[in-house]
């Protein structure tokens, strides 16, 4: 069965931290893995991988992906009470319109 | 326990036309949410509703509504479709609003012709 699944659930942090979110995937025929972030019901997109290795990188944010061992992370450092959001992983399948998503990583940074 | 549906999977329909789409949550789930996918405009928040209540709103025309029944059962409905309207339309659910983690259903593809 395909399935997308983030971890930890939930992030309690204080401002300045830096912090790790996990996404692994088992899917069949995939084709990219998308970051979001979703403040208030809005998602923002925030990366689109499908290449091992290589490191998207936008301000404190970055992300990476690991085809082989099938997960990706997402980097926040130096984090800011702005950065407070859930934070969605979904999984897109080549050759159809299917798109898997986690259930998300809520992020709280405190002042 | 059973993930979310959403029916029917695929859709085509014309210009002018309108179209309802389902989305069953899962069990005990209150929260239902209202998403459209496109390559162009990415992950876009249409609505949410709670207890048969509309709490949060996207910026999407008044064309696009929704409502949810008591079951928590929620049906979206767009009227005088336009081609742009062509897109993936997913729903996710969650025991409460905001904060907790949402639960994706499959999508339901449109195609405006």
């Known amino acids: 069965e395909d399935k997308v699944v983030q971890s930890p659930l939930s992030l309690v942090v204080h401002e300045g931290d830096t912090v790790t979110l996990n996404c692994s995937y088992e899917?069949?025929?995939?084709?990219?893995l998308l970051w979001y972030k979703q403040e208030k019901k809005a998602p923002t997109f925030l990366f689109m991988l499908t290449s091992s290795g290589i490191e998207k990188k936008s301000g404190r944010l970055s992300s990476i992906l690991d085809k082989k061992e099938l997960f990706s992370i997402l980097n926040i450092t130096a984090t800011q009470t702005g950065d407070s959001a859930i934070y969605l992983c979904a999984v897109e399948f080549s050759n159809t319109d299917k798109l898997i998503f986690g259930t998300g990583t809520r992020l709280q940074v405190f002042p | 326990k059973a993930g979310v549906t959403q029916t029917p999977r695929y859709l085509i329909k014309t210009r002018g036309q309108q179209v309802t789409l389902s989305c069953s949550p899962i069990s005990g789930h209150r929260s239902v949410s209202w998403y459209q996918q496109t390559p162009g405009q990415g992950l876009q928040f249409l609505f949410e509703?709670?207890?048969?209540?509309?709490?949060n709103k996207g910026n999407f025309p008044g064309r696009f509504s929704g409502r949810q029944f008591s079951n928590s059962r929620s049906e979206m409905n767009v009227s005088t479709l336009e081609l742009g309207d062509s897109a993936l339309y997913l729903c996710a659910s969650s025991l409460w609003e905001f904060g907790y983690e949402q639960y994706f259903g499959p999508g339901t593809r449109l195609t405006v012709t």
């Open positions: 509703y709670f207890s048969e209540t509309q709490r």
């Open positions: 899917v069949t025929n995939f084709r990219s």
